[in-house]
């Protein structure tokens, strides 16, 4: 099987190559990444010399580079991982989310339609909205209420897949899943943030209250969601993807704080995010009882194996804090 994979060299989309080469080596893979700052080439030093692993440099937004490689390659799959994916970037910056994440998958469904290209859309639960304390968790079923520049064009971009679905017939599927965490996360968002502060000795930067809540996956487990979808799931359906761990800021950052043996005098309590999403929880059942999927890796063993990955890897993260990463850090924080 030949596979265009976007956003290949970013968080989840690196996860996810090392994953699918490991499991089915026969495959071929180009991954397409623009490589902004959150892409990054060295999360793929493991399979970047194999033979069946291709990289392109290149932008979703860029019609003419797509209909060139779509000339050239006829790809049995796609799994569009590219985004815009910070929600704190997209409130100060929400220009590029439009761009990428709307119009940038909509070039993308376009050349899938030509050669009637199985489509696979990575989303969020976050185009659900916020939920109160007592609210059931999102399912494939709640209506969509996005409440940030990121979500907002997420849920756009999940539209226009479905649209291409029910108007084209495009063979698609679509995931909504809730907080990932695990190796090669960028330190701009809550675990790898916090972690490498406290690896540095740096105060960490909780908002409002701390009591904003989400659910977390072990990206590892994500990967397997979306093979499995892939492999087993049903054309034109959308899984919702869970890991059973609403957790409140609070809650990880104290867990954090005892793992890396430090104390709560290094959370600095900042101003809160404008509009910050309450509540994220995942009604997985479907995923679960339709294709036999659920969670392995439990939260506490899932924040161990990713403090491991952040402590034995400093170099990674190490050359991301410097320059621009500064500039970002600086001015995001400088006002709380
Ligand atoms: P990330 O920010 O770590 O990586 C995004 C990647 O996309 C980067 O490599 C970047 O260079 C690339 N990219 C950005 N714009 C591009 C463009 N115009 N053309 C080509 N490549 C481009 O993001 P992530 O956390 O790995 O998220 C991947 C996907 O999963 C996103 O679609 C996101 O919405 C979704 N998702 C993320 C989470 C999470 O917790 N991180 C949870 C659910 C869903
Ligand atoms: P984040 O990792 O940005 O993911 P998302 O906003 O997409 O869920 O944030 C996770 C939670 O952590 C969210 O409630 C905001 C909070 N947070 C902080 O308290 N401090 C921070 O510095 C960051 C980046 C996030």
Request: aromatic residues 12%; proline residues 4%.
């Amino acid at each position: 099987m030949k596979i265009l994979i976007t956003g290949g060299a970013g968080f989840i989309g690196s996860n996810f190559i090392h994953y699918w080469m490991k499991k089915y080596s026969q495959d071929e893979i180009v991954n397409l990444d623009k490589l902004t700052y959150a892409g990054n080439l060295s999360n793929l030093r493991i399979v970047e010399n194999l033979p069946n692993y291709h990289f392109i440099k290149g932008d979703i937004t860029d019609k003419k580079l797509l209909e060139k490689l779509f000339k050239k390659e006829n790809f049995d799959l796609i799994v569009h991982f590219a985004a815009e994916s910070h929600v704190d970037r997209s409130i100060t910056d929400p220009d590029i989310f439009l761009k990428t994440n709307i119009l940038g998958t909509h070039n993308l469904l376009c050349m899938a339609l030509k050669n009637r290209t199985r489509f696979h859309h990575v989303s969020t639960d976050e185009v659900f909205g916020s939920l109160k304390k007592n609210d059931p968790a999102f399912n494939e079923k709640t209506p969509y209420d996005p409440r940030s520049p990121y979500s907002a064009s997420k849920a756009a971009s999940d539209h226009l897949v479905r649209a291409y679905f029910h108007t084209y017939e495009l063979p698609i599927t679509i995931s909504n899943c809730s907080n990932n965490y695990g190796p090669f996360h960028f330190p701009e968002k809550l675990f790898p943030l916090f972690i490498t502060n406290l690896l540095e000795n740096k105060k960490i930067p909780l908002y409002g209250d701390g009591e904003a809540v989400r659910d977390w996956l072990y990206v590892e487990d994500h990967c397997r969601a979306i093979d499995t979808i892939i492999k087993k799931g049903k054309i034109g359906e959308t899984y919702c993807i869970g890991g059973n761990s609403e957790k409140s800021n609070k809650e990880v950052t104290y867990k954090i704080l005892a793992l890396l043996d430090k104390n709560e005098k290094m959370i600095e309590f900042v101003k809160d995010r404008p509009g910050h999403d309450q509540r994220y929880a995942i009604d997985f059942s479907k995923i679960k009882n339709e294709l036999g999927w659920e969670p392995s890796v439990s939260f506490e063993d899932g924040i161990k194996k990713t403090i491991d990955w952040f402590s034995t890897n400093k170099a990674w993260w190490k050359s991301i804090k410097n320059g621009k990463y500064k500039e970002y850090y600086d001015k995001q924080y400088a006002n709380h």
